[in-house]
């Protein structure tokens, strides 16, 4: 894996997104939820009350005028999702060492992952 993370930035300056190369500090328990009062009201957030994630990666907005957090851990931490409009479409970034994982049982329980992922795949356009 070692050069993803530069790879992928590549294509997320643009979008005024970065991901970091570390994971975000989960104090070694590898789990981190989100509830809903670090979640920004967005379509891809709608009816989602916390998001579940293991050993996620940071995502950190370069450019506020097109691109958001819509999961924080702080003021000064980056988060796992992030969306961007940096033209007539939209990216989409989640802080998931993979898709499938995020909506594996033993992550996803008791969790919102697959209502975020089922809005990621099916809403319009901002």
């Known amino acids: 894996?070692?050069?993803?993370?530069?790879?992928?930035?590549?294509?997320?300056?643009?979008?005024?997104?970065?991901?970091?190369?570390?994971?975000?500090?989960?104090?070694?328990?590898?789990?981190?939820?989100?509830?809903?009062?670090?979640?920004?009201p967005s379509p891809l957030t709608d009816r989602v009350q916390s998001l579940s994630f293991f050993r996620p990666g940071s995502?950190?907005?370069?450019?506020?005028?097109?691109?958001?957090?819509?999961d924080k851990e702080g003021e000064e931490a980056g988060g796992f999702l992030a969306v961007s409009h940096p033209g007539k479409g939209e990216v989409v970034v989640l802080g998931a060492w993979s898709v499938i994982g995020w909506i594996d049982?033993?992550?996803?329980?008791?969790?919102?992952?697959?209502?975020?992922?089922?809005?990621?795949?099916t809403k319009p356009v901002e």
């Open 1 to 40: 894996m070692e050069g993803s993370v530069d790879k992928v930035n590549l294509y997320l300056k643009s979008a005024g997104l970065r991901m970091e190369p570390e994971e975000l500090d989960t104090r070694g328990q590898g789990y981190f939820e989100s509830r809903e009062r670090q979640l920004t």
């Open 59 to 70: 995502i950190t907005v370069l450019d506020p005028k097109i691109a958001k957090l819509l």
């Open 105 to 121: 049982p033993r992550i996803a329980k008791d969790s919102d992952n697959l209502r975020c992922l089922r809005n990621m795949l």
